[in-house]
């Protein structure tokens, strides 16, 4: 079997313990509009390519003795890795079955009792909160949240650590009132899950040329380090554990 990705990241530290590769599948059910990995929204373009799942496993092995020596392993991120089921599944019931250490990335907009099996064989989840107003949600992601909050509570409950990411953006969510929204929630329906906030980048603009798109647009901007202190501090008051991968 295999499926389509967009490529392996080897030696990543932002993505979970120690040091990791970042399986990057492609295709997701979300069209952020300040998506920093466009070439990931759908299955097939020109920066996406099939990969055997045993050509992929092969590759992991190699990098075995950093996982090892760095309390390592694997990140399943994308696009959305959930996207593509079968797929996910299938590594990851090879890598667990092998004793590695396991992190999926999610936006959490999929099937929870498809996905449930592969989140339990997980050592960390991270999952994204964008919006808590589903219109503003629907406007500048394409779908509601509801299914994403849902799932969020849910995976909160299975006892793996979880980190919910904020993705902290000027124009979209960079705001006191959107922020302690989202905190509320996450004390209210999630207890137990860590929080990163993570400011908005311009890194993927480059992605947008070479797939004939155009970049974000100027409505969206970077938080300051004063605005992303306030808001951590927010959190803490709100009684969310802050932690960073970056």
């Known amino acids: ?7 392996l990241q080897n030696y990543s530290v932002n993505d979970g313990d120690g040091i990791r590769t970042v399986v990057f599948l492609a295709g997701c059910p979300l069209h952020c509009a300040w998506c920093a990995n466009p070439e990931g929204q759908a299955l097939q373009n020109s920066m996406t390519h099939w990969a055997e799942t045993g050509e992929i496993l092969s590759q992991l ?3 075995e003795p950093f996982y090892r020596a760095s309390g390592g392993g694997i990140t399943f991120s994308g696009g959305e890795a959930t996207t593509q089921p079968a797929f996910l599944a ?22 929870f ?11 960390h989840i991270f ?15 394409g779908v509601d949240n ?7 509570a849910r995976t909160a409950k299975l006892g793996i650590p979880t980190t919910v990411r904020i993705p902290t953006i000027l124009g979209v969510n960079g705001n006191d009132e959107d922020m302690a929204a989202a905190f509320d929630f996450l004390v209210r329906q999630c ?36 605005q992303m202190a306030h808001w951590q501090q927010m959190a803490r008051a709100a009684g969310l554990t802050v932690v960073s991968y970056r």
């Open 1 to 7: 079997m295999g499926g389509y990705i967009m490529q």
């Open 61 to 63: 092995h190699r990098q």
């Open 90 to 111: 299938e590594l990851t019931d090879a890598l667990y079955d092998e004793g590695y250490s396991l992190a999926i990335e999610t936006c959490g907009q999929f099937d």
């Open 113 to 123: 009792a498809r996905i449930e099996p592969v989140l339990r064989k997980m050592d």
């Open 127 to 141: 999952m994204d909160l964008k919006l808590m107003d589903p219109k503003r949600h629907q406007k500048f992601t």
């Open 146 to 152: 509801a299914r994403i909050l849902e799932n969020l």
């Open 191 to 226: 207890p137990g899950v860590t929080l990163e906030l993570l400011p908005y980048h311009r890194y993927g603009e480059g992605k947008y040329r070479q797939l004939g798109l155009t970049p974000p647009g100027a409505e969206f901007d970077i938080p300051s380090k004063a």
